[in-house]
């Protein structure tokens, strides 16, 4: 018994000096030996394959898995192959905690690729930051947000609105009608677009949320009827966008003078309307399928031959896929025994690719992305026709709505 | 007074879908006691149909309702034979039973049909607008509560004016009493639980061109469905009519006025207070127990 409890009391000693992550020479020499190990490069990937998100995250899944083949089929990285470990978080953010943390204590993996929605991804946040990995997040997102231990490759607030939120209002008029689900990330949004839109002297004349998975709409659009504003932003996500628009359409509504702006409304949406539900409503993002560029022809081919000739690819999966290749190049500037979650970080500082969307770069202070808006209009068929698209690639400012902080290398800053 | 009417329609087409799917429900809950907790699945699997109907087949929404009500009235008679019909007795073991039937359902279709959101076509007919002293109404909407009110009566009319429905209310009087008169009483709850699995799935494909079509989207429908019979009396048709268009005009009054979330909250709230003062819902039926 007396032993027993030695024994254990060893064993938790052990592991605690084992976690503790502040002696940099420990832990790296430690981890570099098991990170590399046996000529592979093991990485997790953690997308719900079942449950409510696991629409949007099986094409995520994809995109990344179809990266890191491609990586593999043309030599991995200096020789060493990456190996995948899949699992299925299940749509539930505390089983997102759970699989992080196998992935990150009992895998060893040196970098996770994963989530879609800001719940799950505040759900893994803490395993990363504890254990000094390195997670992946393809979304776009609220932004307000600064972790050393998160690569962002989807767009936030400003990168979508900058450009859109001044177009429309020239383009369709002052009377704004602001509609979202209930959650953190449209009322971020709508931070956002408040306050561009008080700067252009437009008018919000109503701000509404909806509970998510919300699937009917005709209150809302009788509201839409008599409120009669020129631009209706919609941050409504998941499921509950296609009923929106299905039933906007049915109603009799046109979106020549009362269109839906959404940050949120990619092809893989659309692509679940009944065909032009979506037509004539504009979507602000940095990636379209339509894009037109070498790189992005050769992604939609590659997507369409592994997975499918009726899949769309959209901007959330673009960003699942480039994310990888970036990783690719930070990692292959690393030595085999330096690799390491905290080096791919600062390799990956920086670090510029070409994705389908245009070249894009992880900016060093605040591990965003420097991205490429574009203005996309739903045609008919479910494609997006561009119409326009941001002079230069524009820079990441998770805290566009909050002028007094900043996301810096060191981590929040108050001004 | 085109937003009164256009809000009046607003609910009653509200109260339409609530009643559809609520319908089977009540039926079944009604006559059988069984709490069917794969009720949201039955919804689901009509629309898939309807989606399966129109993409492989190249059917139209309407000629395939049919089909639809008759392939999930013989799942629910399949369901209801090698499962439910062992169970009557232990109501607690229904329910489980009913949910783990509700997931597998869920898990099946998303490994067969895919997780992606699928779409019906509404008919072209359907598809445009209509004009009602001044206000403008979805063609569909209007339809949709047609044939809800339709199926309404049917069903009233089996229950009220047929042998069957005789049966059906002896049944549910007094199940044993009524089988030593003859009536046949495992295959009247058959007949029921297929009936009210049809229903369900018609329900599934007539709302499916509004909404999105996903594995999920049963979970939904059944809270409203118990909502809905709940409120109106466990063994009520009449009060399955009247509770879904009292919460389909409340809904739609409130979310005009204030917003969806809220409507929800409020709606929930006074359920919770009504059941707490009339416990068997507003128009429960006096059966001797």
Same mark, same amino acid.
């Given at each position: 018994?007396?032993?027993?409890?030695?024994?254990f009391?060893? !064993?938790?000693?052990?592991?605690?000096?084992?976690?503790?992550?502040?002696?940099?020479?420990?832990?790296?020499?430690?981890?570099?030996?098991?990170?590399?190990?046996?000529?592979?490069?093991?990485?997790?990937?953690?997308?719900?394959?079942?449950?409510?998100?696991?629409?949007? +995250?099986?094409?995520?899944?994809?995109?990344?898995?179809?990266?890191? +083949?491609e990586?593999?089929?043309?030599?991995?990285?200096?020789?060493?192959?990456?190996?995948p470990?899949?699992?299925?978080?299940a749509? /539930?953010?505390?089983?997102?905690?759970? &699989?992080a %943390?196998?992935?990150?204590?009992?895998?060893?993996?040196?970098?996770?690729f994963?989530?879609?929605?800001?719940?799950?991804?505040?759900?893994?946040?803490?395993?990363?930051?504890?254990?000094e990995?390195?997670?992946?997040?393809?979304?776009?997102?609220?932004?307000?947000?600064c972790?050393?231990?998160?690569i962002?490759?989807?767009?936030?607030?400003?990168?979508?609105?900058?450009?859109?939120?001044?177009?429309?209002?020239?383009?369709?008029?002052k %009377?704004?009608?602001?509609?979202?689900?209930?959650?953190?990330?449209?009322?971020?949004?709508?931070?956002?677009?408040?306050?561009?839109? +008080?700067?252009?002297?437009?008018?919000?004349?109503?701000?509404?949320?909806v509970?998510?998975?919300?699937?009917?709409?005709?209150?809302?659009?009788?509201?839409?009827?008599?409120?009669?504003?020129?631009?209706?932003?919609?941050?409504?996500?998941?499921?509950?966008?296609?009923?929106?628009?299905?039933?906007?359409?049915?109603?009799?509504?046109?979106?020549?003078t009362?269109?839906?702006?959404?940050?949120?409304?990619?092809?893989?949406?659309?692509a679940?309307?009944?065909?032009?539900?979506?037509?004539?409503?504009?979507?602000?993002?940095?990636?379209?399928?339509?894009? /037109?560029?070498?790189?992005n022809?050769?992604?939609?081919?590659?997507?369409?031959?592994?997975?499918?000739?009726?899949?769309?690819?959209?901007?959330?999966?673009?960003s699942?896929?480039?994310q990888?290749?970036?990783?690719?190049?930070?990692v292959? &500037?690393?030595?085999?025994?330096?690799?390491?979650?905290?080096?791919?970080?600062?390799a990956?500082?920086?670090?510029?690719?070409?994705a389908?969307?245009?070249?894009?770069?992880?900016?060093?202070?605040?591990?965003?992305c420097?991205?490429?808006?574009?203005?996309?209009?739903?045609?008919?068929?479910?494609?997006?026709?561009?119409?326009?698209?941001?002079a230069?690639w524009?820079?990441?400012?998770?805290y566009?709505?909050?002028?007094?902080?900043k996301? !810096?290398?060191e981590?929040?800053?108050?001004? | 007074?085109?937003?009164?009417?256009s809000?009046?329609l607003?609910?009653?087409?509200?109260?339409?879908?609530?009643?559809?799917?609520?319908l089977?429900?009540?039926?079944?809950?009604?006559?059988?006691?069984v709490?069917?907790?794969?009720h949201?699945?039955?919804?689901?699997?009509?629309?898939?149909?309807?989606?399966?109907?129109?993409t492989?087949?190249g059917?139209?929404?309407?000629?395939?309702?049919?089909?639809?009500?008759?392939?999930?009235?013989?799942l629910?008679?399949?369901?209801?034979v090698?499962?439910?019909?062992?169970?009557?007795?232990?109501?607690?073991?229904?329910?489980?039973?009913?949910?783990?039937?509700?997931?597998?359902?869920?898990?099946?279709?998303?490994l067969?049909?895919?997780?992606?959101?699928r779409?019906?076509?509404m008919?072209?007919?359907?598809?445009?607008?209509?004009?009602?002293l001044?206000?403008?109404?979805?063609?569909?909407?209007?339809?949709?509560?047609?044939?809800?009110?339709?199926?309404?009566?049917?069903?009233?009319c089996?229950?009220?004016?047929?042998?069957?429905?005789?049966k059906?209310?002896?049944?549910?009087q007094?199940?044993a009493?009524?089988?030593?008169?003859?009536?046949?009483?495992a295959?009247?709850?058959?007949?029921?639980?297929?009936?009210?699995?049809?229903?369900?799935?018609?329900?599934?494909?007539?709302?499916?061109?509004? &909404?999105?079509?996903?594995?999920?989207?049963?979970? !939904?429908?059944?809270?409203?469905?118990?909502?809905?019979?709940?409120?109106g009396?466990?063994q009520s048709?009449?009060?399955?009519?009247?509770s879904?268009?009292?919460?389909?005009?409340?809904?739609?009054?409130?979310?005009?006025?204030?917003?969806?979330?809220?409507?929800?909250?409020?709606?929930?709230?006074?359920?919770?207070?009504?059941?707490?003062? %009339?416990?068997?819902?507003?128009?429960?039926q006096?059966? %001797?127990?």
């Amino acid at each position: 018994m007396n032993k027993n409890r030695r024994e254990f009391l060893k !064993t938790s000693a052990a592991v605690s000096a084992f976690s503790l992550v502040g002696f940099p020479h420990i832990w790296s020499k430690n981890s570099s030996l098991a990170f590399a190990q046996s000529g592979d490069i093991k990485v997790g990937v953690l997308f719900s394959l079942t449950g409510t998100t696991a629409i949007i +995250e099986e094409s995520l899944n994809k995109a990344t898995l179809m990266a890191i +083949e491609e990586i593999n089929a043309n030599g991995g990285i200096n020789g060493l192959k990456i190996t995948p470990v899949v699992e299925d978080p299940a749509s /539930d953010p505390a089983t997102f905690a759970e &699989k992080a %943390r196998k992935l990150v204590l009992s895998d060893r993996c040196v970098s996770v690729f994963g989530s879609y929605t800001s719940a799950s991804r505040k759900a893994v946040l803490p395993v990363f930051e504890k254990q000094e990995n390195l997670f992946w997040y393809p979304t776009l997102y609220e932004g307000r947000e600064c972790s050393k231990n998160v690569i962002y490759t989807g767009a936030v607030p400003n990168q979508q609105q900058d450009d859109f939120i001044p177009w429309l209002v020239e383009k369709f008029g002052k %009377r704004w009608y602001l509609i979202g689900s209930n959650y953190i990330y449209p009322k971020e949004e709508n931070n956002y677009c408040k306050k561009l839109l +008080e700067g252009l002297g437009a008018e919000v004349i109503a701000e509404e949320y909806v509970p998510l998975g919300h699937s009917e709409f005709s209150s809302v659009i009788n509201k839409f009827r008599s409120e009669k504003p020129n631009v209706i932003f919609s941050t409504v996500v998941g499921d509950s966008v296609v009923a929106l628009h299905r039933q906007y359409r049915a109603a009799g509504l046109d979106p020549a003078t009362m269109p839906m702006a959404s940050l949120t409304t990619s092809e893989n949406e659309v692509a679940a309307m009944w065909g032009d539900a979506a037509a004539g409503h504009f979507t602000s993002a940095p990636y379209f399928m339509v894009f /037109d560029s070498p790189e992005n022809q050769r992604f939609v081919e590659a997507y369409r031959s592994r997975w499918g000739g009726d899949k769309v690819t959209h901007f959330v999966s673009e960003s699942a896929y480039f994310q990888v290749h970036l990783f690719k190049q930070a990692v292959a &500037k690393l030595a085999a025994g330096d690799i390491n979650p905290l080096t791919i970080r600062e390799a990956v500082k920086g670090e510029e690719y070409k994705a389908p969307q245009g070249l894009v770069k992880v900016e060093p202070e605040n591990l965003h992305c420097w991205l490429r808006p574009k203005i996309g209009q739903c045609k008919p068929d479910g494609q997006f026709d561009i119409l326009t698209q941001s002079a230069d690639w524009l820079e990441p400012n998770p805290y566009s709505a909050y002028p007094n902080q900043k996301c !810096t290398a060191e981590g929040l800053k108050q001004i | 007074m085109d937003f009164v009417i256009s809000q009046i329609l607003t609910g009653l087409s509200l109260s339409s879908i609530l009643l559809l799917v609520a319908l089977g429900l009540a039926i079944i809950y009604g006559v059988t006691g069984v709490i069917n907790l794969a009720h949201g699945e039955f919804v689901m699997l009509g629309a898939y149909c309807a989606w399966l109907l129109q993409t492989e087949f190249g059917w139209s929404l309407l000629p395939s309702l049919a089909v639809v009500f008759a392939l999930i009235a013989a799942l629910g008679w399949l369901i209801e034979v090698a499962v439910i019909r062992h169970l009557y007795d232990r109501p607690l073991d229904t329910i489980l039973a009913t949910w783990g039937l509700g997931v597998m359902t869920q898990q099946i279709v998303r490994l067969t049909a895919g997780g992606e959101l699928r779409y019906v076509q509404m008919p072209p007919s359907l598809s445009g607008s209509v004009d009602i002293l001044g206000a403008t109404d979805s063609a569909y909407r209007l339809f949709v509560l047609a044939v809800a009110i339709g199926l309404f009566l049917i069903t009233w009319c089996i229950y009220r004016y047929t042998s069957f429905g005789l049966k059906l209310r002896a049944i549910t009087q007094n199940r044993a009493i009524a089988s030593s008169f003859g009536i046949n009483s495992a295959a009247a709850f058959r007949l029921t639980f297929a009936y009210g699995a049809g229903i369900a799935g018609l329900a599934g494909a007539l709302i499916s061109p509004l &909404k999105s079509v996903s594995p999920e989207m049963g979970t !939904t429908y059944v809270v409203d469905a118990f909502m809905v019979v709940v409120l109106g009396g466990v063994q009520s048709l009449l009060g399955t009519l009247a509770s879904s268009a009292v919460l389909g005009e409340t809904t739609g009054l409130i979310a005009y006025y204030s917003n969806d979330t809220i409507a929800k909250a409020l709606v929930l709230l006074a359920i919770v207070i009504i059941i707490r003062f %009339r416990p068997q819902g507003l128009f429960a039926q006096r059966i %001797r127990a």
